[in-house]
Structures are given as structure tokens and as C-alpha cells.
């Protein structure tokens, strides 16, 4: 990219985000808490950000998108943080940033045609279905099966602790196809729609956090799709899926930076009103130790994880790099938000001071998308050539 180019792209990056701020400070800080305590936030909330332009900004114009760049899709995620937003991040990151790209990479024109207009205006909300009660993060233990049965196929099983679960018009599900074939080789995804047969919303899952996100069981009980239902290859499931976790980790890992740095911010102001023994305790050496270590480290991970942005829009990005993100900013905000909460004294254990509430909603970050453990077996395995 030129020079020009670039500063032309940060203009309009900068614009953007403008945007995207003022949308978040009008249309979802004020009724968020009010959306926590319902264990939901509203539907109307996906139209919104739809009418904005706020779902799936990087599909191309032919489908309805505005075919921006990578960057635009991640401020979206990066303002919602920033503003402690997390559960409306994390359920509009999946379908935006995840469904719509298993959609316009692996689907068929039909396809794309059928599903993607609708998933950019809100009216369609997407999900994925791959964990189960039985197994999340050996995804290829799976047990949920679909039989070829003349042109359709027939799926049984069970999904758990998928976001979206109650909102979601269409559900892309990974099931057995092939249970004579060892691991990952028999696994297919779907395409299917909420409203057929068969399919059953299960409860809204209560979570520790992540309140106003809906997490549920979904059940699907001879289910029959059409054989157009399938998206990618059939028994192709797993290579879809282990390809496009490279966007799912780095906006998983953006994320929650964009949070860190959301709190930070946040608790810099508190330091500095809050007195105690006759001083701010900014002035505390203690609270300075920690403001400076968790600057540094806030720092440190932007750098980092900027350059994953850049390798994941020039198609650079490995699975080593990736995962090293996500392991490394997942466990620091882990830490952060705790260092944030602890600064607040019992202010910080009360539900009206936000950073209790990013405390509890950081937690997930080191288990969805693949747990900090999963992520070092990833790294390990590169670093020994394994
Ligand atoms: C709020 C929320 C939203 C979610 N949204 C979705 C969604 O939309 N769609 C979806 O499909 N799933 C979703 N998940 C599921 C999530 O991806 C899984 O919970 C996660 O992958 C871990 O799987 P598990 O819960 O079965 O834990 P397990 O796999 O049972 O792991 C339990 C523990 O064992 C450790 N462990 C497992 N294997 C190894 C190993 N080989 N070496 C060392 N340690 C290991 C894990 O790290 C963990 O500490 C969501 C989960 C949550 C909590």
C-alpha cells in the first residue's frame, strides 16, 4: 500500500470509529445494564446496527455488504469493548465475523445469495453449532450425526453453550456425516434454518457473565435438509472449520485487548478521584507500580496484536502466531481486569462500578474459541515441529 493509500485508509478508520463510538454511547451504553439483568438484549438490536451498517462491514457490496476492509469489521468489536459492552461484542462478533465468512468463503452462490443480505441487515441472526455437552475442545469427538437419506440429510444431537442460541434464524452445525471414519475426516457443516422441524431452542443458559449475551442448548431431532443445506465439502467440515479460525482467534484476541484497554482507561479516572489517608490513590507507589505494569503490558499487546491484524489482511497469518494472541491477551486481561477491580477497593465488587462487570465478563476469554490450554498445545506443537 502507498503511503497515500495509507493515510487515506486511517482518515477514514478514524472517521469510522467516530461513528461507531457515538452509536455505542447512544444505542447501547444507556439500556446495557437494563439488558444484563434480562439474561438478553432485545432483537431490535440487531436491526439497529444493521440500519447503521454496523453487522458483517467487510461482505462485499454484491451481497449486500460495504465491502470495507478487515480494520472496519475490528473497531466495530474494538468500541463495543472499550465501552464494557462485551456480551453485545461477543454475540455480534460471531455472526459477523464468523458466520458471514464461513457463509461468503464456503458457501455456494446460492448460498451467499440466500443468507448474506439478510445476516448484514439484522433481520437474519446467525450462530455456530460445534460444541456439545459431551465436547468442546476435541471438536473432532463430536457426536451429533447426519445421515444421507435420498436428497437430504437427516440430523440428531445435541449442541451446548452456543451464543446466539435465542436469537439465531440460521445455525451452522457440524455433524457427523461418515461414523466409520476416524476423527476429523467425517465431519460436515449445515447450513440450518431455526424454523424447521425438528430444531429446538433448549433454555438460555445463566452465565457468570456475559449476561446480556444469549448461550444455549439447541437440540436437533430428525432434522431433514436439503443436500444444498451442506456448506463446504462434504466430510470437509473440520478443514473448513480449523480454516477460518485464524479470524475468529484474532478478533477473539482484539477483543478482548480492546476491552483491557476499555478498563484501564476507565480506572486511571478513579485513581486519580478516589482518596484515601488524605491523597488520591494515584499518588499511592503501589497504584503507580500497577498502572505502569499494566500500561506496559496493554502496550506491548496492541503492538502485537496490530501486526496480527495487518498478517491476517495480507493473508499472512499462522496458526502459531494466532494462537499466541489469543493466549497471551486472554490471560492479560485476566489480569488486568483483576489489578482494575482490586484498585476499587469495594467499590469494585459492586455490579454499578463497570469494572465488575468486565472482571466477570473477562473470565470467558481464556476458555471460548479454543481454552488457553488448547492455544499452548497449538504453539508447542509448531515451536517442536510436531
Ligand atoms: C459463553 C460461551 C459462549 C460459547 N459460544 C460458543 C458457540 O457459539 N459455539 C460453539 O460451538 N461453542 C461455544 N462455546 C464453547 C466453547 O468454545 C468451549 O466451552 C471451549 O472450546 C471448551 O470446551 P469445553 O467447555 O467442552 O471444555 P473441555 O474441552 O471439557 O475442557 C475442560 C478443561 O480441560 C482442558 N483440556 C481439554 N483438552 C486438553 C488438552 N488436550 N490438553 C490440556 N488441557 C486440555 C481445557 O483447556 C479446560 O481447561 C462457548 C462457550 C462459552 C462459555
Not at 228 to 233: C, D, K, R
Given at each position: 500500500m502507498s503511503t497515500a493509500d495509507s493515510i487515506q485508509l486511517k482518515e477514514e478508520l478514524d472517521l469510522f470509529r467516530e461513528n461507531v463510538k457515538r452509536f455505542v454511547a447512544a444505542e447501547i451504553v444507556p439500556d446495557y445494564p437494563k439488558w444484563d439483568d434480562a439474561q438478553i438484549f432485545p432483537r431490535e438490536v440487531w436491526e439497529k446496527m444493521g440500519e447503521h451498517g454496523l453487522l458483517a462491514v467487510d461482505i462485499p457490496e454484491e451481497y449486500g455488504?460495504?465491502?470495507?476492509?478487515f480494520h472496519f469489521s475490528m473497531i466495530i468489536q474494538e468500541e463495543l469493548q472499550r465501552a464494557n459492552c462485551a456480551a453485545i461484542s461477543t454475540s455480534t462478533s460471531v455472526h459477523s465475523d464468523i458466520v458471514c465468512h464461513y457463509v461468503l468463503n464456503r458457501g455456494t452462490e446460492a448460498q451467499k445469495q440466500h443468507y448474506l443480505p439478510r445476516l448484514i441487515t439484522g433481520s437474519c441472526v446467525g450462530a455456530i453449532a460445534m460444541t456439545e455437552p459431551g465436547t468442546g475442545s476435541d471438536l473432532q469427538a463430536i457426536r451429533a450425526t447426519a445421515r444421507e437419506d435420498g436428497d437430504s440429510f437427516v440430523i440428531n444431537g445435541s449442541k451446548t453453550f452456543i451464543t446466539n442460541g435465542q436469537h439465531c434464524d440460521v445455525c451452522i452445525v457440524a455433524a457427523k456425516t461418515d461414523v466409520n471414519v476416524a476423527g476429523s475426516k467425517g465431519i460436515t457443516l449445515f447450513l440450518v434454518?431455526?424454523?424447521?422441524?425438528g430444531f429446538e431452542k433448549g433454555r438460555n443458559l445463566e452465565k457468570i457473565g456475559l449476561h446480556a449475551s444469549d448461550t444455549s442448548e439447541l437440540f436437533f431431532q430428525d432434522v431433514r435438509v436439503p443436500k444444498?443445506?451442506?456448506?463446504?465439502?462434504i466430510g470437509g467440515g473440520f478443514a473448513v472449520l480449523m480454516g477460518e479460525l485464524q479470524r475468529e482467534r484474532l478478533t477473539l484476541a482484539n477483543g478482548a485487548l480492546a476491552a483491557a484497554e476499555g478498563i484501564f482507561e476507565q480506572t486511571i479516572e478513579y485513581v486519580k478521584e478516589r482518596k484515601a489517608f488524605g491523597s488520591a490513590l494515584s499518588e499511592f507507589q503501589n497504584t503507580k507500580f500497577k498502572v505502569a505494569e499494566m500500561a506496559t503490558e496493554i502496550k506491548i499487546h496492541r503492538a502485537f496484536v496490530d501486526e496480527c491484524i495487518e498478517k491476517l489482511a495480507n493473508g499472512t497469518l499462522d496458526v502459531e502466531t494466532v494462537s499466541m494472541a489469543k493466549l497471551s491477551v486472554s490471560e492479560m486481561l485476566g489480569r488486568v481486569t483483576d489489578t482494575c477491580l482490586q484498585l476499587h477497593g469495594g467499590y469494585g465488587y459492586m455490579k454499578e462500578y463497570g469494572v465488575s462487570r468486565a472482571f466477570v465478563d473477562a473470565r470467558v476469554q481464556r476458555i471460548y474459541g479454543g481454552t488457553s490450554e488448547i492455544m499452548k498445545e497449538l504453539i508447542s506443537r509448531s515451536v517442536l515441529g510436531r
Open positions: 455488504g460495504i465491502g470495507a476492509d434454518d431455526a424454523d424447521i422441524d444444498e443445506s451442506v456448506l463446504g465439502q
